[in-house]
């Protein structure tokens, strides 16, 4: 069964981050993960895990992820229109592209879009430098045009 489920999701791990905190007996190590999950055809999670060690923070990230994924809504390979979004710092403009033309985009959020599968976008990241703000921004940005989506879809069901 776990074999079949990591088949059926891409994992990409975007960020691991030590971090450490003074206490009376010294100093407490801890990691916290970053990961996209997707499964290249229109659902993206995200999930941010804490643990004492490196690979119990990438599984409850994965975990979590999976427990929160997002619809995309696609045109093709790409999405329906443009958007933008904010979240904390972090501002994102996600452009569609013609077919073709890739996805133009940075680091951490070239991650969040090929796991959804959107294989022409233009995107620009502005306002912060933290990998987790600017994922956070496009899965924000994802969830609105998702919901838009379904406004749109809602409102053409009653008028049938």
């Known amino acids: 069964m776990d074999w079949q489920e990591q088949r059926e999701f891409q994992e990409t791990v975007v960020q691991i981050n030590r971090v450490s905190k003074k206490t009376k ?5 801890r990691f916290s993960a970053l990961v996209v ?14 643990a004492p060690d490196v690979v119990s923070g ?3 990230a994965v975990l979590y992820a999976k427990k929160h994924m997002v619809a995309v809504p696609m045109k093709g390979t790409t999405i329906p229109y443009q958007i933008k979004s904010k979240y ?8 569609p592209a013609p077919a073709g033309s890739g996805v133009i985009a940075g680091g951490p959020v070239r991650a969040v879009l090929e796991a ?9 990241m502005l306002g912060s430098n933290n990998k987790i703000t600017n994922i956070y921004a ?7 045009m998702s919901e838009i989506e ?8 009653h008028e049938n």
């Open 88 to 95: 904390g710092a972090a501002f994102v403009l996600l452009k």
């Open 150 to 157: 379904n406004k749109k879809k809602g409102a053409n069901a």
């Open 116 to 124: 959804a599968g959107v294989r022409d976008i233009v995107a620009k």
């Open 138 to 144: 496009v899965i924000e940005a994802l969830k609105k």
């Open 58 to 60: 990438i599984q409850k």
């Open 37 to 50: 999950v997707g499964d290249r055809k229109g659902k993206v999670g995200v999930g941010l895990g804490k």
């Open 25 to 29: 007996g010294g100093n407490q190590m």
